[in-house]
Structure formats: structure tokens, C-alpha cells
T-cell receptor, first 117, second 110 residues
Framework: EPEVTQTPSHQVTQMGQEVILRCVPI?????FYWYRQILGQKVEFLVS????????KSEIFDDQFSVERPDGSNFTLKIRSTKLEDSAMYFC???????????????FGPGTRLTVL | EDKVVQSPLSLVVHEGDTVTLNCSYE??????LLWYKQEKKAPTFLFML????IEKKSGRLSSILDKKELSSILNITATQTGDSAIYLC??????????FGTGTSLTVIP
């Protein structure tokens, strides 16, 4: 069974520091996503990425956030200057194999827990 | 503003009971509705629904979409303790944006 992987599993950082969260989506998937889930709250969409560019982003995804697919396999989320309220679980997901023949499924990674002190 | 609302927020049942979880949505450019089960960490996919009135089934779980009522239900029959989780409903809109509900927390007690 293919899977999305994320590193690190837990990141602790000081307020104002930059963090990069890494994801390896399922190979041959076309769409990639970042979500966050603040403890005890709902999953929130941050951004979707297709064809090497952002296709949609939410209000949460402000100028402090950026995404990249630097080498065709990794998909990264960068937070330039972290704030306390950025503390959350960040999930990466990938979607849509073009020829799998299976119902389209969005696969989530295990998440990175970001703690901003 | 697009939104997805799930009810009830939480539910406690005994093993063997049948439960029905509800999801309603107000999302422009609806494309599909998805159900996920979230245990400790990442949500795991259960169903994707695109057509109204067609039931999808997987073991003791089933789900159906009603596009006229802008809603979906997820049924779990003969519940087991392993069904205890948060069940998330999400709606995909064109443009590849997903909107999640707050989830229904299900606890199945032996």
C-alpha cells in the first residue's frame, strides 16, 4: 500500500524561527496539500499544489507560509517566522493517481507536530 | 462562506449498536464528499461520494449522499470498540480545495 511520509514527526522551535516541514507524497500523484489541525480543533486546509504551482490557498496561508517541490519527490512547507499560534499538527496529503483505476483517494501523511515556544 | 457541519459532535454507544453520523454542507462548486476516520493521528480515507442516492459500502460501514439536501450520512452497524474514533466529513470543491467539518467523536463501550 503506497503511503505519504512526513519528517520530522515532531518539531520544537522558538518563536520567530523558520521551520521547514517535509513530505514525500505518493509517486505519480498529481495534487499535493498541506493541512493543519490545532489541538482539539478541526482539520483546516492550507494550500493545494498542482503542476508545480499553488492552485488554491486559504486565508491562513499568508506571506509567512510558502511551499515548494524542489526535486520532484519532496513537498515542503516553510513557515518563515513562527508564531505561538502556529503550534499544530501539520498534515501533508496527496491525491489523484492519473491511471490507477481506483476511486480517487486523498492519502494523508502521519503528520508533523509543530510546537512553537 | 463555505462550510461543512457534522452532527452529533460526540456520541457514546454500546458495542453492537448501530450509529448514524450526519454531515451537511454549503460549498459552492461541489465536486465530492469524503468521509475519514481519525484515530490517533492522520485521517484515513473511508468513502468518496459524488453521486446522489448511491450507497457505498465497506463491511459494516456505509454512506450515502443527498445532493438535494446537501447532506450525507455515515452508518456503522454492529459497532465494535475499534470503531471508536473521530469521523471527519470533507467536501471537495473544484479548484482542489477541501473543507472539513469538526468531526463526530464516537466512543464505543464494551
Amino acid at each position: 500500500e503506497p503511503e505519504v511520509t512526513q519528517t520530522p514527526s515532531h518539531q520544537v522551535t522558538q518563536m520567530g524561527q523558520e521551520v521547514i516541514l517535509r513530505c514525500v507524497p505518493i509517486s505519480n500523484h498529481l495534487y499535493f496539500y498541506w493541512y493543519r489541525q490545532i489541538l482539539g480543533q478541526k482539520v483546516e486546509f492550507l494550500v493545494s499544489f498542482y503542476n508545480n504551482e499553488i492552485s488554491e490557498k486559504s486565508e491562513i496561508f499568508d506571506d509567512q507560509f510558502s511551499v515548494e517541490r524542489p526535486d520532484g519527490s519532496n513537498f515542503t512547507l516553510k513557515i518563515r517566522s513562527t508564531k505561538l499560534e502556529d503550534s499544530a499538527m501539520y498534515f501533508c496529503a496527496s491525491y489523484r493517481h492519473p491511471t490507477s483505476g481506483r476511486p480517487d483517494t486523498q492519502y494523508f501523511g502521519p503528520g508533523t507536530r509543530l510546537t512553537v515556544l | 462562506e463555505d462550510k461543512v457541519v457534522q452532527s452529533p459532535l460526540s456520541l457514546v454507544v454500546h458495542e453492537g449498536d448501530t450509529v448514524t453520523l450526519n454531515c451537511s454542507y454549503e460549498v459552492t462548486n461541489f465536486r465530492s464528499l469524503l468521509w475519514y476516520k481519525q484515530e490517533k493521528k492522520a485521517p484515513t480515507f473511508l468513502f468518496m461520494l459524488t453521486s446522489s442516492g448511491i450507497e457505498k459500502k465497506s463491511g459494516r460501514l456505509s454512506s450515502i449522499l443527498d445532493k438535494k439536501e446537501l447532506s450525507s450520512i455515515l452508518n456503522i452497524t454492529a459497532t465494535q470498540t475499534g470503531d471508536s474514533a473521530i469521523y471527519l466529513c470533507a467536501v471537495e470543491a473544484t479548484g482542489n480545495q477541501f473543507y472539513f467539518g469538526t468531526g463526530t467523536s464516537l466512543t464505543v463501550i464494551p
